[in-house]
């Protein structure tokens, strides 16, 4: 089994940060993974994002050109990344930002008000996580459990109050 | 009783350099400090190219031959990795002043904890007599067949002025070799630029005005002559920067 | 969870760098491969080593020179225009038979070219690059993890045989981050007779150098050179095998470009078509000997490269051109799908019986 995600967003959304902790949930429950980002000018502001595979199989190319999931943190990566999105594939929306519903039919939408949501929280940028939450519960891609432990890997263990928010965000999503 | 001797941090091997050429006294000089200090087994060389591309087989010390220009760089890697060896480049102007500037400007700036034997003669020597960077205005050189024009030319490039504006470096002077008062400065100024290097204190330059009889086209006399008579009036011999100095006063 | 960590291609790199006893970078800034400068900016002053950002690639290489002379593990990086500044030290580094590590995560060409990945400076580094005659040891790395193994083999073989490493990469196994795994190993220290430490009065002066004069002398030199590349040529070749027990086409293709084209291998198979892969590790030496007995068999070749065709050049010389080779490719930072190479191993099946 073999899942291809892709996470795209504004520069400054966390999207490549959001991606290496779905890496790093992946190899926490022992998968073969990778993480490959957009790089370049797209970093300071235009749009970002990147590629993850989670697979049972060693990991072939990482380019992910055909996501299975698709994480949509603005318009323009909607835009840009619906029509690659394979048929039977889940798109997630963050519907605070993004106004229209996913046009395909033959794939699965979920709209979860992330920023919103993050917002509420009281931590604006942790939207990521919020959508990273949902996309756990509804593909069943990897546990809560993984998820979080995973964080403890990316976070750092001197910022304990990060690390906190960080998995309240993400149960957050889980639970939405 | 024996008043003079070859300095043990020169070879046996004949020197290459045109008669009457000043390099030949500028190595002696070199290799003095390096005796004195007691440095030849921890000293490392770093050659040019230029009419010094071969001081790696004067010099009794271990030597490194580097390419056009890069020899700050290179002592920069010699240094970083043993900084308890004594590192020196010998370099002349084209190598240094133009094709090496980037290399020497950042070695300066850095502090590099180095010595630079910098041979100003004012034209390439080995490929024949070209136009150098600190050529003087109006001098005929194979390049400069009408005399240099500062129009299209520029200006020479005055290294101890330029260098003494950064902040970094430690001891910058120019001195000549051109008489026997002058050798002697000489060989003081480059036993301090070895000593500031022993006692750890960084960047030292030594520009020395040198003579190119051959590719001048005068007699080694004339040519001593002239660095008297036009290039020391353009290139004023002198501490430029000694950081030790400014501490005394202070 | 295994011991693995997830880390960047380009910091795999610098840490396996530091666990071979490297401890000496001089770098300069050029996107896709900082990381490793500002993972070195980071870690060398905390283990005594030195980190330099130098004023440009021609002086950084001038550093790495420097230190190769002296005869310490020491390493550079840049991205292809930057390669490009280094060539003048690499040919004065091969020149003067010292060990170094060059890396280049490579990125589009020619010019200043793109900022995406690239293979186009195969060769570049295969085929000399700077002047005179010399060859790199080059290797070619295909995951992170071996981003780190082949760092970590570069230095050993360049210490072996006093001949400068490049390990050639692209800025997609640079930025990409997978599980690796960097056990401590035991750095072997090679007897450096020939390094410049200063003569401690004891022995005649050591000369690192790359002039000789007197032609005769030059030619010798040269020809012990390259008896030395002989024996590399003999022993050092490294190559993966994929799916190529009864295969009847061979998809030839190393990096980032070998990735892509084992999945096209893979899905090719499931459509019956009996295709294998070989993937060159040491670009030089180039694995010939396994081409040219794949060749006895196999009814013709693809070459995937992410350049306008320049190891198919190789590939038909390892095998005499006496199968078809064709090119599958993409450039300037494009990097060709899984779809287009199956689609070119589906054209060769039909067209090569």
């Known amino acids: ?159 304990a109050s990060l690390l906190e928010a960080n998995i309240k965000a993400l149960q957050t999503g889980y639970n939405y | 009783m024996k008043v003079f001797d070859k300095p043990k941090a020169l070879t046996d091997a004949p020197l290459h350099y045109c008669p009457g050429c000043t390099h030949g006294i500028i190595h002696r000089l070199v290799a003095e400090a390096i005796d004195e200090l007691g440095i030849e087994g921890k000293t490392v060389g770093v050659a040019p190219v230029g009419c010094a591309v071969m001081a790696y087989d004067y010099f009794a010390c271990d030597m490194v031959e580097a390419a056009h220009g890069r020899a700050p760089a290179v002592a920069t890697g010699l240094k970083r990795a043993m900084p308890e060896n004594i590192i020196f480049t010998y370099q002349g102007d084209g190598d240094l002043a133009s094709i090496g500037m980037a290399e020497t400007v950042h070695a300066a700036t850095r502090n590099e904890n180095i010595t630079i034997i910098f041979v100003n003669n004012a034209i390439y020597g080995m490929t024949g007599g070209q136009m150098a960077p600190t050529s003087l ?114 | 969870m295994s011991n693995k960590v997830l880390m960047k291609g380009n910091e795999a790199i610098a840490e396996a760098a530091i666990k071979a006893g490297c401890r000496h970078y001089f770098g300069y800034p050029i996107t896709p491969q900082t990381e490793i400068a500002a993972y070195m900016a980071k870690r060398m002053p905390k283990i005594g080593g030195t980190f330099l950002q130098a004023e440009s690639e021609v002086s950084a290489i001038n550093m790495v020179y420097g230190v190769a002379g002296a005869g310490y593990r020491v390493m550079t990086s840049s991205s292809s225009p930057g390669i490009s500044l280094k060539q003048e030290g690499i040919s004065y580094i091969a020149g003067a038979d010292l060990p170094a590590l060059i890396v280049n995560v490579q990125r589009g060409g020619p010019g200043l070219g793109g900022i995406q990945p690239s293979q186009s400076d195969y060769f570049q580094a295969t085929k000399g690059g700077g002047h005179g005659d010399y060859r790199l040891i080059v290797v070619a790395p295909a995951s992170v993890q071996e981003m780190a193994d082949l760092t970590i083999k570069s230095f050993d073989l360049s210490d072996k045989y006093r001949v400068p490493a490049m390990l050639l990469a692209d800025g997609t196994l640079g930025q990409m981050m997978e599980p690796v795994s960097l056990p401590d190993i035991e750095v072997k220290e090679v007897e450096k007779p020939w390094a410049v430490r200063g003569t401690k009065g004891e022995r005649k002066h050591n000369i690192v150098n790359s002039l000789y004069l007197n032609p005769e002398k030059l030619e010798q030199t040269n020809f012990e050179r390259y008896e030395r590349y002989a024996e590399i040529e003999k022993n050092e070749v490294m190559y993966e095998e994929f799916m190529m027990e009864d295969a009847q086409y061979c998809v030839v293709s190393f990096g980032i470009a070998s990735r892509i084209s084992k999945n096209a291998v893979v899905e090719a198979r499931k459509q019956g078509i009996k295709v294998g892969l070989i993937r060159p590790i040491t670009l030089w030496p180039f694995p010939k000997a396994v081409l040219k007995k794949a060749a006895e068999t196999v009814k013709g070749f693809i070459s995937v490269e992410l350049s ?36 070119s191993i589906k054209n060769m099946a039909k067209e090569v019986k």
């Open chain 1, 1 to 159: 089994m073999t899942n291809e995600i892709l996470i795209a967003g504004f520069g400054g959304q966390g999207v490549l940060f959001a991606g290496k902790c779905l890496a790093y949930e992946g190899l926490e429950e022992n998968k073969q993974v990778s993480w490959l980002p957009s790089y370049g000018p797209e970093m300071r502001g235009g749009t970002a994002s990147c590629g993850v595979i989670i697979s049972d199989e060693p990991v072939g190319s990482p380019i992910v050109s055909k996501p299975t999931i698709l994480i949509a943190m603005n318009l323009p990566s909607l835009d840009r990344y619906e029509k690659d999105t394979v048929s039977g594939g889940k798109i997630f929306v963050d519907s605070s930002l993004i106004a229209r519903e996913v046009e395909r039919k033959d794939v699965d939408a979920f709209y979860i008000p992330a920023t919103r949501l993050a917002n509420e929280l009281g931590t604006p940028t942790l939207a990521n996580m919020i959508i990273l939450g949902k996309m756990i519960k509804e593909t069943g891609l990897v546990t809560l459990e993984s998820a979080t432990e995973a964080m403890k890997h990316v976070v750092s263990a001197k910022r």
């Open chain 3, 308 to 343: 306008m065709g320049q190891m198919i050049e190789d590939v038909k010389l390892a095998i005499d051109c006496s199968r078809p080779v064709v090119l599958c490719n993409r450039t300037g930072g494009m990097i060709p799908s899984p779809e287009q190479v199956l689609e």
């Open chain 2, 137 to 250: 205005p109006g001098q005929v050189t194979q390049t400069s067949p009408y005399g240099r024009d500062v129009k299209t030319a520029g200006y020479p490039i005055k290294v101890s002025e330029m260098l003494s504006a950064l902040d970094a470096p430690y001891y910058i002077e120019r001195v000549a070799v051109n008489n026997v008062k002058n050798v002697r400065n000489a060989k003081k100024a480059i036993l301090k630029a070895f000593k500031n290097q022993v006692e750890g204190k960084g960047f030292s330059l030594i520009e020395i005005v040198s003579t190119c009889p051959t590719n001048w086209g005068m007699t080694p006399s004339q040519a001593l002559e002239w660095v008297d008579t036009n290039m020391i009036p353009y290139y004023p011999l002198g501490v430029y920067k000694d950081k030790g100095a400014q501490k005394k006063e202070d």
